[in-house]
């Protein structure tokens, strides 16, 4: 039996996010029309800060008596650093949603936000080596 | 969920608390077609018990007004499994299962572009299910190793074969795992890392 064959494609190759991708094959939720999807917290305007999954927030302080019951159970998760995944876990709320709690905490200076490494043109050799060295113990 | 009791929101348990000293992480996405394992994956290497995050898309009605609340507004929920693995005090690993369908990838803004690189977990018994997520990988420049979930009752190709059929160039490292077992995927890890690795030796000779 011979394997299906597939096309290998070229960096940059991506079309703008606006043109809808191709119908895939149906399964799990229909959607058609793809470009009229829409975030539920993330449309409009309102600062979000730039806040990615695994970036860990730590809180500075206890929750003021002013916080939203949501700042104060977020506030409490993060007595010790968690990051934003989690957080969005334990609290069950969507990820947008938490990045525009983090970013109001944030500038209420009541939450840390530790940055996440993101990936570089060339990949820093010592973060890898730590990776690896990591991973050989468990 | 009942914020007014915000007191009783389960947290992590102890044992998953990051200690005071973690001030970095970093994150590998493991992305397939449906049913190829991801879920398996992330909770064999995971030291926690795995988590979901949500999000909530609406899709608008054709034609109709943007009213908030518009019965015409249909909500999709997709979810997004991970892990973790704390690498020292300092620096920690998620590892994310993604949904294999590109639609959703930009709900978590940055996931591909931040990751230090992707697994693709591929089924030989429906191997062109995940065709299209390396094409998008490919297409966005993330560095990713090729992982066979050898499912029993799945045929077994010759990896020479298996890499014409993915056209996928020499240096791509493509293994065996069985998702299952932690030792089998962690080696899928190592792989990935080993293969960035080499990526960045290369990038800073050229
Ligand atoms: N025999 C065998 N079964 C497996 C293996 N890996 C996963 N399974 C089973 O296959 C099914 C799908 O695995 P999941 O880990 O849920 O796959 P997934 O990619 O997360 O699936 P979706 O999130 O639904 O797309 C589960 O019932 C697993 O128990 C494997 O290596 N061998
Ligand atoms: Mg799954």
Not at chain 1, 84 to 105: G, M, N
Not at chain 2, 13 to 18: A, P, V
Request: charged fraction near 25%; hydrophobic fraction near 45%.
């Amino acid at each position: 039996m011979t394997p299906p064959q597939r096309r290998r494609r070229a960096p940059g190759g991506d079309r703008p996010a606006e043109v809808p991708a191709p119908a895939p094959p149906g399964k799990e939720g229909e959607i058609r029309n793809p470009e009229r999807l829409f975030v539920i917290g993330g449309e409009g305007g309102g600062e979000r800060a730039d806040i990615d999954l695994v970036t860990l927030i730590v809180a500075r302080a206890d929750p003021p008596v002013s916080a939203t019951p949501e700042q104060a159970a977020l506030l409490r998760l993060c007595a010790a650093p968690l990051s934003v995944a989690e957080l969005s876990a334990y609290l069950s709320l969507p990820f947008s949603v938490v990045t525009v709690l983090i970013t109001d905490l944030l500038a209420a200076e009541l939450v840390q936000a530790r940055a996440s490494i993101v990936r570089q043109k060339v990949a820093d050799r010592n973060l890898l080596e730590a990776v690896m060295h990591g991973l050989q113990k468990l | 969920m009942d914020f007014k009791n915000s007191d009783t929101i389960p947290g992590p348990r102890t044992e998953d608390r990051l200690p005071h000293t973690a001030e970095a992480a970093v994150k590998i996405v493991i992305v397939g077609g449906f049913g190829v394992g991801k879920t398996t994956m992330v909770g064999s290497v995971s030291e926690i018990r795995p988590l979901t995050t949500e999000e909530t898309m609406t899709q608008a009605g054709i034609g109709v007004d943007d009213n908030y609340g518009s019965a015409s507004k249909t909500a999709t929920t997709v979810a997004m499994d991970f892990g973790r693995i704390s690498i020292t005090d300092q620096l920690v690993l998620y590892l994310f299962g993604t949904p294999g369908q590109e639609r959703f990838w930009f709900l978590w803004n940055g996931l591909f572009e931040g990751a230090l690189g992707a697994v693709v977990l591929v089924d030989t018994r429906r191997l062109e299910v995940s065709f299209d997520v390396m094409g998008r990988l490919e297409e966005r420049g993330v560095p990713f190793v090729v992982a066979v979930n050898t499912f029993p009752d799945a045929p077994r190709y010759p990896v020479a074969e298996l890499r014409t059929a993915l056209d996928l160039p020499d240096e791509i490292p493509i293994l065996d795992c069985d998702v299952r077992r932690r030792a089998s995927s962690r080696d899928v890890l190592m792989t990935l890392m080993r293969f960035l690795h080499s990526l960045a030796v290369k990038g800073a000779l050229t």
